[in-house]
């Protein structure tokens, strides 16, 4: 029974380019993010409000935890102006080339160097890397509970577990695990408050920032040399220009005009693009 305890909930907060702004290095096989404005990742935006949300309601404290290089205190600064507690920047030049292995670790280090975190709260996925591998991965390494693509999330105080609405392919489902957990939240499964500009414009907001060797972490397990995958190769993906063409007439003679090509393909059996039409006694 907990039901006097208060939740420290930690945030895990990436900064992405903007995805209209990214180009791809092909001789380098990286993303070129130096040219392109940032942002928050838009559902670790959703995962700060539901940990301040859980805040308002079950008291505790609210951390949030970026991996990446030194400009994004900027960004943490930001998170702790819409109201979180604490913010931690693990940045060190041994955690650059990082898949999602030692990005994954390295979190979980944070985590732990927290030392008394209850629920981590992650988005679903990144807009840049998009691999939805991160929180699972964080939950495996500290040998936590895991919920993923996670919504409503409540805390059951006298349970100490996580409630959490979990979308599925065509439903849903509830379920609760004991804590501590980690959870990803889907994009857009809450409506995020704003900056409050009292706190942005008044005490400074300090972001501590934690090296390889203040996690104490192998060398060997951050960043390239801990990475698992190796990107072998990256390529322009075909783009295959479609044949149009503009209909002209009244709206009855531009319709008449499309059914009578259709009737075509239909009566053929397949479709314009040559594949075979389904059904096509069916439809013609
Ligand atoms: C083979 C390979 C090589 C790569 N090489 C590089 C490279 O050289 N340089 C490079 O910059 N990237 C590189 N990446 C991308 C890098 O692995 C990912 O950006 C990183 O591991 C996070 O994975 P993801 O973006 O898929 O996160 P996801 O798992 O999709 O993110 C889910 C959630 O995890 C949390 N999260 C993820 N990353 C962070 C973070 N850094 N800080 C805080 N929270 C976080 C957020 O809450 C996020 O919403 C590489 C990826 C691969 C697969």
Known sequence: MNAMR???IAVCLKVVPRPEEVKVNLETRTLDRANARQQFNPPDVNALEFALALREKHVGRVSVLSMGPPFFAEYLKLALAVGADTAYLLSDRAFGGADTLPTSYTLARGIAKLGDCDLVVCGEESSDGATAQVPPGIAEWLGMAQVTYGSDLEILPE???????????????VITVPLPAVVSVR??????RFIDFAR????????TVWSAADLGVDPAMVGLSGSATVVAGVDRAETVERRRELLTGTPEEKARTLVERIAVYLARGTRPDGAAASSPAAHA
Not at 187 to 192: R, T
Not at 200 to 207: D, I
């Open 6 to 8: 208060t939740p420290h």
């Open 159 to 173: 349970r100490w577990r996580l409630k959490a609405r979990r979308e599925l392919k065509g439903g849903h489902e």
């Open 187 to 192: 994009v857009g499964a809450n409506e995020p």
């Open 200 to 207: 942005l414009t008044g005490e400074p907001l300090g972001v």
